[in-house]
């Protein structure tokens, strides 16, 4: 029982020996948010910081309390302060101040994943207020308001100032510097503003060819809106990140041969195609698309070589035998554009 009885009266006069060296509203505030009553220690930290701005643990008691109400930029604010003021509170400060980001980051991630797209916003809006300088929480919140753009237009500014904020705060140093520079050429893209765009997906390419995918995607979505010529701009950047990495794709050139054809630019189209055959000689879409651009461009003569080999391996299918019919007409065959276009009301019917 003496043992105890001993034990007690030290954590007794321990205790006594840290609260007596602070004053009464801190000591107060310290409690407070031991007992978890956050408002109170808010109330009595901000009454010892009016008494004493110096008061480096009435800062740190405040950061604490605003952390469990949700004012992360509060929080973060004073956990710095109480660093500034007392060295020895720099650890614990940096300590609170990652959990907090931590939290939020996670809490923002799960949110992403289950689409709850507000949500997540607001996980990542905590995010960076718990801790700005933190890249990877304005990069998420950029994507989330970018995604957010897709149906609601107002956030395209949101995810704008986001990534001027990210640049500001990147360097080519930094891990997720590829991805703001992205990002940020997304964002430039649907803002219209497709100089800035290409600028930054130019130097993204530069620094590493490999970045090719995201430009791809660029250009992939303008293909689906049907605005060929910013397709083919993209893609082409794209084609040429491939071949830097000797990754070219079928996928890649027919998606550009696609562009340029729609943009009535035959010779690139047909190179684009040629490109993607000269991966896949065998695809029957990269054949047939050749063969209607030989005609299109006005190259009788190829499409009727282009349009024989494809009747050879795919007779099958009415439009090659129509195509053939046409380029035949135009170079005065009558008798085989006959043949070829009887051919072709036979697969039709």
């Known amino acids: 029982m003496r043992t105890r009885s001993g034990i007690v009266a030290l954590l007794v006069v321990s205790l006594l020996a840290v609260y007596s060296c602070k004053s009464v509203e801190t000591t107060s505030a310290m409690l407070h948010n031991e007992h978890g009553n956050y408002p109170k220690a808010i109330e009595m930290s ?16 405040l950061g604490i309390a605003y952390s469990y109400t949700g004012e992360m930029k509060g929080a973060y604010a004073e956990f710095m302060k109480a660093a500034e003021l007392n060295p020895k509170k720099i650890a614990d400060a940096e300590t609170n101040i990652k959990s907090n980001w931590a939290r939020h980051f996670n809490q ?13 916003a607001h996980e990542f809006e905590l995010t960076t207020q718990a801790d700005p300088r933190q890249v990877k929480g304005w990069l998420n919140l950029a994507k989330v308001y970018y995604a957010m753009s897709d149906n609601d237009t107002t956030y395209l500014s949101r995810a704008y100032e986001t990534v001027d904020t990210l640049i500001a705060k990147t360097t080519e140093q930094d891990e997720e510097y590829a991805n703001v520079l992205a990002l940020s050429g997304q964002v430039m893209v649907r803002r219209g503003e497709r100089d800035k765009a290409v600028t930054i997906f130019e130097k993204l390419l530069l620094d590493d060819p490999a970045n090719y995918e995201v430009v791809e995607i660029v250009g992939g979505d303008f293909l689906a809106k049907r605005d060929w010529e910013n397709g083919a701009l ?24 696609v562009a340029y054809f729609n943009a009535k630019n035959c010779t690139q189209a047909i190179e684009a195609y040629q490109s993607a055959l000269d991966i896949e000689p065998e695809n029957k879409a990269g054949n047939y698309s050749m063969l209607l651009s030989y ?3 006005e190259l009788y003569d190829d499409a009727i070589v282009q349009g024989q080999q494809y009747t050879d ?5 009415p439009n090659g035998w129509r195509i053939l019919s046409l380029a035949y007409s135009k170079k005065g065959m009558k008798l085989k554009a006959e043949d070829a276009a009887r051919k072709f009301q036979e697969l039709s019917q």
């Open 295 to 297: 005609y299109q461009c």
């Open 313 to 317: 391996k795919w007779g099958d299918d």
């Open 234 to 257: 993209f893609l082409q950047m794209a084609v040429e990140g491939r071949k830097k990495t000797n990754s070219e794709s079928f996928a890649t050139y027919y998606d550009l041969g």
């Open 108 to 120: 923002g991630l799960s949110e992403f994943q289950t689409e709850n797209m507000a949500g997540a």
């Open 46 to 61: 901000k009454l010892a910081i009016e008494n004493n701005p110096l008061d480096a643990e009435a800062h740190f008691q």
